[in-house]
């Protein structure tokens, strides 16, 4: 048997999703942009790419509403560093 939809579970992970791939995007982008070799995982910013893809891998129906809060505030807690990273970068 099916589990129900749950309406409101399922727009969080929506939101949830669109936001973590752009904050994934926005430092796949830098790494790319500053020439720095995606497989070297003595680089902290790709070390930190690496673990931002494993959240990316999780499977957010599994996850209750209070955990996608959560995660939530964690990927704007991403978006802030990375913004961080690569705003003081720019200004180099």
């Known amino acids: 048997m099916e589990k129900p939809l ?5 727009f969080k992970i929506e939101i949830v999703n669109e936001f973590a791939n752009g904050v994934h995007a926005q430092l796949l982008n830098y790494i790319f942009n500053n020439g720095i070799d995606i497989n070297d995982k003595s680089n902290s910013y790709v070390i930190l790419l690496d673990q931002l893809s494993e959240f990316l891998d999780k499977d957010l129906f599994e996850m209750s509403i209070q955990e996608l809060d959560g995660l939530k505030i964690f990927w ?6 990375i913004g961080g990273i690569t705003k003081e970068n720019a200004n180099e």
């Not at 749950?6 to 399922?10: A, F, I, P």
């Not at 704007?76 to 560093?81: R, T, V």
């Open 76 to 81: 704007k807690c991403m978006d802030e560093l």
């Open 6 to 10: 749950n309406y409101e579970q399922t």
